[in-house]
């Protein structure tokens, strides 16, 4: 057997007895027909193949492990002279030309868009990029506000956007992310009301187009995600008990609200 962590390596599930997949916070669920099986976070290795998993789970006659916990940005398709790869320097101001840290891009006005002075702001849009999201809803957020600048190149202004980024620079490094790894490391990554409050920012900024609503989160859209785990808990135990498709038949019909409700 195999014990694959963060990843979903399907095309393995054809030629091993059976597949395990670690997802932190997860239900352990089985896929018995495949030997697809998936855990939450491995907590200790033992010398005899067992693991230990999150929730006190223990699987034993574990062969190999592959560790696949994380992932560097790759952009082949852009020339040096567009993106730099390598370190970024120190930026008491911005540097002259975006670059590709690995980690992150820097800088990006909105985390979209290239604050750079070889080609225009609004050339390229780099979307979907931030981590600890609610990923569809934001990218939709964010594709609003890059129809809204490709529409309106001068509705971005370089000078408040360049104070966010350095401000959001020294924010980070104050709370400790000051080697240049560690603030590339924490740059996308959001936390607490961070993800809410850019998706306003971005619905506030695209709707002063006149083309679409100034959106907010709604409060039980916040609440749902702070108990994500635990709402994933409950529906994975439904399943089991075969009483899943009766809680949400025609649930909907009537507006989003009634599944809130």
Same mark, same amino acid.
């Given at each position: 057997?195999?014990l #694959? ?5 399907l ?9 395990f997949t670690? #997802?932190?916070?997860?239900c ?9 099986k998936?855990?939450?976070r ?12 999150e929730q ?10 592959i560790f696949a ?10 020339h040096?002279d ?7 320097p ?20 909105k ?10 702001v @609004? ?5 979907s990029?931030?981590i ?6 934001l ?5 609003r ?13 370089p000078k408040?956007?360049t104070?966010s ?9 104050a ?11 924490a740059?996308?990554?959001?936390i607490? @009301?961070e ?7 971005l ?7 006149g ?10 859209e916040?609440?749902?995600y ?11 135990d439904?399943?089991k008990?075969?009483e ?9 019909e009537?507006? #989003?609200?009634e599944?809130?409700?």
């Amino acid at each position: 057997m195999a014990l #694959v962590a963060q990843i979903s390596l399907l095309r393995c599930a054809t030629t091993l007895r059976s597949l395990f997949t670690s #997802v932190s916070g997860s239900c352990p669920q089985d896929d018995d027909d495949q030997g697809f099986k998936i855990r939450g976070r491995p907590l200790r290795f033992y010398e005899d193949g067992r693991v230990l998993f999150e929730q006190g789970v223990i699987e034993d006659n574990i062969d190999h492990c592959i560790f696949a916990t994380g992932f560097q940005m790759h952009f082949p398709f852009f020339h040096d002279d567009i993106i730099r790869t390598g370190e970024v320097p120190l930026h008491p101001t911005l540097p002259s030309d975006l670059y590709n840290s690995r980690h992150h891009l820097f800088p990006l006005a909105k985390f979209l868009f290239p604050l750079q002075s070889r080609y225009p702001v @609004t050339s390229v849009a780099f979307m979907s990029l931030l981590i600890k999201v609610v990923p569809f809803p934001l990218a939709e957020a964010q594709a609003r506000a890059v129809v809204r600048a490709f529409a309106d190149p001068a509705s971005l202004d370089p000078k408040q956007e360049t104070d966010s980024v350095l401000s959001r620079s020294h924010a980070l490094v104050a709370a400790g992310a000051s080697p240049p790894l560690e603030l590339a490391r924490a740059w996308f990554r959001f936390i607490g @009301t961070e993800q809410w409050d850019y998706r306003d920012e971005l619905f506030a900024y695209a709707a002063e187009s006149g083309d679409c609503p100034a959106t907010k989160v709604s409060d039980w859209e916040k609440e749902i995600y702070a108990n994500k785990n635990l709402l994933r808990a409950a529906w994975v135990d439904l399943e089991k008990r075969g009483e899943s498709q009766k809680w949400v038949d025609g649930v909907g019909e009537k507006g #989003v609200q009634e599944w809130v409700e």
